[in-house]
């Protein structure tokens, strides 16, 4: 079908336009495809006249976006990963006063600090209890979620409120291996190598995908609630 088509499409911007009007059984006149499909575009049109962001635009109250977008990226990591335990180190819960230990983890997608494995930070949604971190990805990744758990050095991939997995950080020590749970103590850098593939995992949309394949290798997790993290 590539090469039944590809002499179709080559040629000027103009041949482009046609070829691809052709195959979409579309009028290359905009005002003719008004004219005969007015029943139809009309109600669209208005519908998108009445829109509150295109009011607001026409207001003044919106700016336009513009093409093409920026793309979204993971929050930028430090280098030496001694930074983002001291960052832990000076994290305060804002819903807790007293001198519990808190395990602070961080938000790759927007940079928020979070505190897990605490009750302090339990959400009540439709009588459902969910842990911060759940109920932080339904806001900033639409259920999707990467969070770095700092005390551990260790990433935590989850999806939904039944579905995550344990991944290595992208920080490195010198002899090129990580450090879960920081047991050996060494000095980790961060690999920008292992943080652009993490970010491919997520351009693609293939956290939910990279779940399923570590569960299927460690089967423990499937009891692992998730829902309270």
């Known amino acids: ?11 000027s911007e103009e041949s482009h336009f046609k070829a691809l009007c052709s195959y979409l059984s ?8 008004f004219q005969e499909h007015w029943n139809i575009v009309e109600p669209l049109v208005q519908r998108w006249c009445t829109d509150p962001a295109v009011l607001n635009f026409l207001k003044g109250e919106r700016t336009t976006i513009r093409f093409p977008r920026k793309r979204n990226k993971l929050v930028e990591l430090p280098e030496d990963y001694s930074c983002l335990l001291n960052q ?8 807790s006063s007293d001198d519990e230990p808190k395990y602070p983890v961080m938000c ?3 940079g ?4 897990s494995l605490t009750s302090c930070c339990q959400e ?5 209890e969910f842990g911060p971190c759940t109920f932080h990805s339904a806001d900033c990744g639409a259920g ?18 039944n579905r995550g997995c344990f991944y290595p950080a992208p920080y490195l020590d010198e002899y090129g291996e990580t450090d879960p749970n920081l047991s050996r103590g060494n000095p980790l850098q961060l690999c920008h190598e292992r943080y652009r593939k993490l970010h491919l995992l997520w351009q693609q949309h293939c956290i939910i995908e990279e779940i399923a394949r570590n569960q299927e290798t460690n089967q423990v997790f499937f009891g ?3 829902q309270l993290i």
């Not at 832990?88 to 819903?95: K, M, V």
């Not at 009540?124 to 459902?128: D, S």
Request: glycine fraction near 8%.
């Open 144 to 161: 999707v979620g990467i969070f770095l758990k700092i005390k551990d050095c260790r990433l935590m991939l989850m999806a939904g409120k």
């Open 88 to 95: 832990g180190s000076q994290f305060r819960c804002p819903q």
């Open 224 to 226: 692992f609630n998730w």
């Open 1 to 11: 079908m590539h090469s039944a088509h590809s002499s179709s499409f080559a040629g």
């Open 112 to 115: 928020a600090m979070l505190c």
């Open 108 to 110: 790759l997608f927007c």
């Open 124 to 128: 009540m949604v439709n009588g459902e």
């Open 26 to 33: 579309l009028p290359t006149n905009l005002f003719l495809l």
